[in-house]
């Protein structure tokens, strides 16, 4: 694989931001390296979930040829998903290929969310790739739950893999998906778990993402509902920071530590959106929350003149959605097709 530097683009128009057509400029990508997953979580996939042939499957070096096209635009920030991005074979040579621009400052970040399995086996060459920060979807703290929720896992290579990254020096962040039942009487000790250790803890709400064969209407739980439950019992105070996502945050004054919370249904955060996704078949989605996507592999395989792929997105942009169509009151209802394993959410 090569190395492009100095991104001596094709046409002009490369050399100018990604803007959409409501002046918010891209400056965040998240990249999906494969949609396969050793978990079957409820609100992500079907049990029995059909993958792609890897012969659609971009690449590790169009992967990079396509990122390269994305910051010769003004993206700063790459997160790498999936599916789950460490069972991609040789996922480690992508990391290796962008962490020269972190060091050109092409690029601010490289991070990486994963569900932690194999996260003990490269936290250390995560690090040396120039990673400071990952995200670890966890929705639970006790072992049957785990296994019920992602229907094959086991919890103990997960705390593994979260103190393996801590002693590496990476920055975690636990991610949970809030669901009503069980959850609400464990958030308390979750809260506990990842502030003890100097890690955030961001609450998302359930996003109606494909049919994976579990009851969402009667899982969905509001955020705005479980803030006003953990007020009763913790002091939050909203503070300002940001980690270039949809999450808001809050200081929790016992524990010291932060709380955020991503709520895509019961509070709309989409007038500031600066992101941008692409699945690991090279299809560009402009919003999370809206069916369309443009495709980019052909562009890619077709010709090494990069700046058709570029055209390709900005006119993708310019019909980028204001905003999602999830609605809190018809969770269930107002969601699409796609499951989330496609994007990573």
């Not at 079907?46 to 635009?73: D, I, K, N, W």
């Not at 953990?230 to 270039?244: H, Q």
Request: hydrophobic share 40%; with cysteine; net charge neutral.
């Amino acid at each position: 694989m090569r190395h492009e530097r100095g991104f001596a683009p094709a046409t002009h128009s490369a050399h100018s931001p990604l803007v959409d057509g409501f002046g918010r400029q891209v400056t965040y990508l998240r990249l999906s390296v494969t949609d396969r997953c050793d978990l079957r979580c409820v609100y992500c996939m079907s049990e029995q979930m059909a993958f792609l042939p890897r012969r659609e499957v971009l690449t590790l070096e169009e992967l990079y040829r396509l990122a390269c096209v994305f910051m010769r635009g003004g993206v700063r920030k790459i997160r790498l998903t999936g599916g789950e991005p460490l069972v991609r074979r040789n996922v480690m040579q992508l990391f290796e290929l962008l962490a020269p621009h972190l060091d050109d400052g092409d690029l601010d970040e490289v991070t990486l969310t994963t569900n932690g399995t194999l996260l003990s086996r490269h936290a250390e060459a995560l690090f040396a790739a120039g990673v400071r920060r990952v995200n670890v979807s966890l929705d639970t703290l006790d072992a049957d739950r785990y296994a019920q929720i992602t229907r094959r896992g086991r919890l103990p290579p997960v705390l593994d893999g979260i103190d393996a990254a801590l002693a590496a020096g990476l920055r975690v962040k636990i991610n949970t998906v809030a669901m009503s039942g069980a959850f609400e009487e464990e958030v308390d000790d979750l809260i506990h778990f990842a502030h003890r250790r100097g890690m955030d803890l961001t609450l998302i709400e359930e996003m109606p993402l494909g049919n994976t064969g579990h009851d969402r209407s009667g899982s969905f739980l509001s955020l705005q509902h479980l803030r006003r439950s953990l007020e009763k019992r913790w002091t939050l105070v909203p503070v300002p920071d940001r980690s270039g996502g949809p999450a808001r945050y809050v200081q929790v004054a016992e524990t010291n530590g932060r709380l955020g919370f991503i709520t895509p249904l019961s509070c709309d955060f989409c007038a500031s959106c600066n992101r941008v996704r692409v699945s690991c078949t090279g299809d560009l989605f402009t919003c999370l929350g809206q069916e369309g996507a443009i495709g980019l592999r052909d562009a890619l395989r077709g010709s090494g003149d990069l700046s058709v792929v570029d055209q390709l997105i900005r006119g993708a942009l310019s019909r980028k959605p204001k905003g999602h169509t999830f609605d809190a009151f018809r969770p269930a209802e107002s969601g699409i097709g796609r499951h989330m394993s496609v994007l990573g959410g």
